[in-house]
């Protein structure tokens, strides 16, 4: 889940509790749909159901967390705690028998890696997604949370999610948003600004789905800038919300035409780690090596490495970091001199021609922006080959 800022916080199930302004926008998010029965899964500390019944008063409340005892107090509604494993499979017979049932699931999953289970292959199978996964270990706590969630809400109900990254933009996950949008209506999905979570820096995105509901064409998708406004919604058809979700790609993609594709460009990434470089490669190029460049450009007094295996960089290559925090940032071209490079470092070729145009626009704040929109991950980002390679440049 998605918490308030605790210095050096910690939680054993990794959790990070929702701010009241994210749960307020999740619920408003949810357009002019009134419940009759709400289930806040993996509830915490109870942000996304208050924010639910700051809306709706008197509505029926169900909360389930694994340790969190939540007490609602007099809020004026009927609510019952359940203290159970929301992967538990069999959760939805327990309710059902208790006759618990909800048009309406709140969850934001915590940001961990289950220990496997058998019981998640019936999971994924009873929501429709087990052919989402090549093996087991494939498996995230967001797929699962997602499957159970379409388990428990009743068919045509509604499901408001807080879903990372991951889930959202990366390639291994294209199967599981192929199978989400054909299967269900995907309403809308907000991307929500960095540190949106306190204590952790996960990029995280509200997602609308209603289940069983006519499959959309296309879908909007929007931003909740750091003042706190939301972008003009953008339309996606279902191809590029398979490739990716999120609304700085394609804000970024709408208006760009040329990739490194077309461009017939050749990208390749350094052959060695730094604690395991060759003794003959002698200097190498890391990402630190960034801070020597000036203006963009960078000078080496090594000649050509012979070394087999080794990838090195040579005049006009352009060298861009695959991991760092700042990686947007960090974008040279090589004038003088070959250099070895590691695995944390992209080296780009294309034709002489375009390469200064392709160069300064990397090397500009626009071009910050563009591989800030395809980086993910969590402190030390990174990019992708693919995502760099189908990146709308000029």
Request: net charge positive.
């Amino acid at each position: 889940m998605i918490k308030t800022v605790v210095p050096q916080y910690r939680d054993p199930l990794c959790r990070y509790y929702t701010r009241n302004e994210i749960g307020d926008l999740l619920v408003k998010s949810l357009g002019e749909l009134v419940p009759t029965s709400i289930l806040d899964l993996a509830s915490g500390e109870g942000s996304l159901s208050r924010a639910a019944l700051r809306r709706w008063r008197g509505i029926r409340l169900n909360t389930v967390d694994i340790s969190h005892k939540l007490d609602m107090g007099s809020s004026g509604t009927h609510h019952q705690h359940f203290v159970e494993d929301v992967l538990d499979v069999e959760l939805p017979s327990r309710f059902a028998a208790a006759r618990v049932t909800s048009d309406l699931i709140l969850c934001n999953p915590p940001f961990r890696i289950p220990e496997w289970r058998p019981g998640f292959v019936k999971i994924l199978a009873d929501a429709g997604l087990s052919d989402c996964v090549a093996s087991p270990r494939d498996i995230t706590a967001e797929m699962l949370f997602t499957a159970q969630s379409l388990r428990l809400v009743e068919p045509g109900g509604t499901l408001g999610l807080i879903l990372p990254d991951g889930i959202i933009t990366g390639a291994r996950m294209t199967e599981f948003r192929r199978q989400l949008l054909a299967q269900h209506h995907v309403a809308r999905v907000i991307q929500l600004p960095p540190k949106s979570f306190q204590a952790t820096e996960a990029a995280a995105f509200i997602v609308v789905l209603v289940k069983g509901g006519a499959p959309r064409a296309r879908v909007d998708l929007q931003q909740l800038l750091p003042n706190g406004e939301l972008t003009t919604a953008i339309s996606v058809d279902r191809s590029g919300l398979e490739r990716r979700m999120d609304y700085a790609f394609h804000a970024v993609a709408n208006r760009r035409t040329r990739n490194l594709y077309d461009m017939g460009a050749t990208l390749v990434r350094g052959s060695f780690e730094p604690a395991n470089a060759p003794l003959s490669v002698g200097e190498y190029f890391h990402t630190s090596s960034f801070a020597n460049a000036e203006q963009g450009r960078v000078r080496v007094e090594t000649a050509p490495n012979q070394h087999a295996g080794i990838v090195c960089a040579q005049p006009g290559d352009i060298l861009i970091a695959r991991v760092d925090r700042h990686l947007e940032r960090k974008v040279c071209m090589l004038v003088k001199g070959h250099i070895a490079l590691t695995s944390s470092v992209f080296r780009l070729r294309v034709e002489e021609s375009i390469r200064e145009r392709v160069f300064s626009t990397l090397l500009s704040d626009t071009g910050a922006l563009l591989l800030r929109s395809i980086s993910r991950g969590v402190g030390a980002r990174m990019i992708s080959k693919r995502d760099l390679m189908t990146l709308p440049l000029l």
